[in-house]
């Protein structure tokens, strides 16, 4: 089973338009789904689950969409809340949060805390989030950090893959190991870009509000067919 899995959750508009209803009504069907994928993700093992909601270039989208996307989170964060204590589900974010309506931001930051000590299942709620803007916050970091050292450039030259990572946002999430993308696009889209290197990738034709529990088992069954050889070569992995 892989430990942690993300998902694209794409498709809502295009199904909302397949049923003759407007775009947000496929967002209120696709957050559905949405909650019911934790739970399928636990009930089969999965320790940490990553869902991108709403990415730094969605802000683009027209402005009653993006307040459409903001409210939904906002009423449908705390009446989630219930159904997470239950499954040990704890809830955390991955994004700058900062940008976000206050609304928004007190319905992450009371989940946040409400879940802190569940174990089942870690659900990473991608908000504002981009894998570019990700890199680079974690490049700022570095660099100031190493402004105030008293050799500057020791301090750069001694940076490994890893001494970055730990300054990403992703510093205590583990890599992610699947990504799946619903609705048909082969893209990343700015999701988990650092960690993507060595992701397995796995892509359906199905629209996020028709995401079932069959199609996520399909998506398993699909990764754990797989060898990941991070290079090597198959007879090295194997022994
Ligand atoms: C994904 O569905 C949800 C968000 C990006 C918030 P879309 O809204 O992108 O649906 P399509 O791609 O237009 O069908
Ligand atoms: C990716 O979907 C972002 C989310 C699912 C939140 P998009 O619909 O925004 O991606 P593009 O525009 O097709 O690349
Ligand atoms: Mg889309």
């Known amino acids: 089973m892989p430990h942690h899995v993300g998902i694209i959750m794409d498709g809502n ?4 338009k ?3 209803k407007g775009r947000l009504e496929g967002h209120k ?3 559905e789904v949405a909650r019911n994928v934790v739970q399928w993700a636990k009930n089969l093992g999965i320790k940490q689950l990553s869902l991108y909601a709403f990415s730094t270039e969605n802000w683009q ?6 307040r459409g996307l903001m409210s939904l989170l906002s009423v449908l964060l705390p009446k989630t809340l219930p159904d997470m204590m239950q499954n040990g589900v704890r809830f955390k974010t ?5 940008p976000l309506p206050s609304s928004a931001k007190r319905a992450v930051q009371k989940a946040v805390e409400a879940t802190r000590h569940n174990t089942a299942i870690d659900l990473i709620l991608c908000l504002n989030y981009g894998g570019q803007q ?3 916050a974690a490049t700022k970091n570095v660099l100031r950090q190493a402004l105030l050292q008293d050799h500057p450039e020791q301090a750069i030259e001694a940076l490994t893959t890893s001494t970055f990572r730990d300054q990403m946002w992703c510093h205590d999430i583990a890599p992610l190991d699947l990504l799946i993308r ?6 990343i889209s700015n999701f988990h870009l650092w960690d993507a290197a060595y992701t ?3 892509f359906t034709n199905v629209l996020w509000p028709d995401y079932s529990q069959q199609h996520l088992q399909h998506a398993l069954a699909d990764f754990q067919g797989r060898e990941r050889r991070y290079g090597l070569t198959s007879e090295q992995v194997q022994s």
């Open 200 to 202: 397995e990738l796995y």
């Open 13 to 16: 508009g295009r199904w909302a």
């Open 61 to 66: 989208r027209p402005k009653l969409e993006v």
């Open 18 to 20: 397949t049923q003759g």
């Open 182 to 187: 619903t609705g048909g696009e082969m893209r």
């Open 94 to 98: 991955l994004g700058d949060l900062s």
């Open 134 to 136: 990700e890199i680079l």
């Open 29 to 31: 069907k696709g957050a």
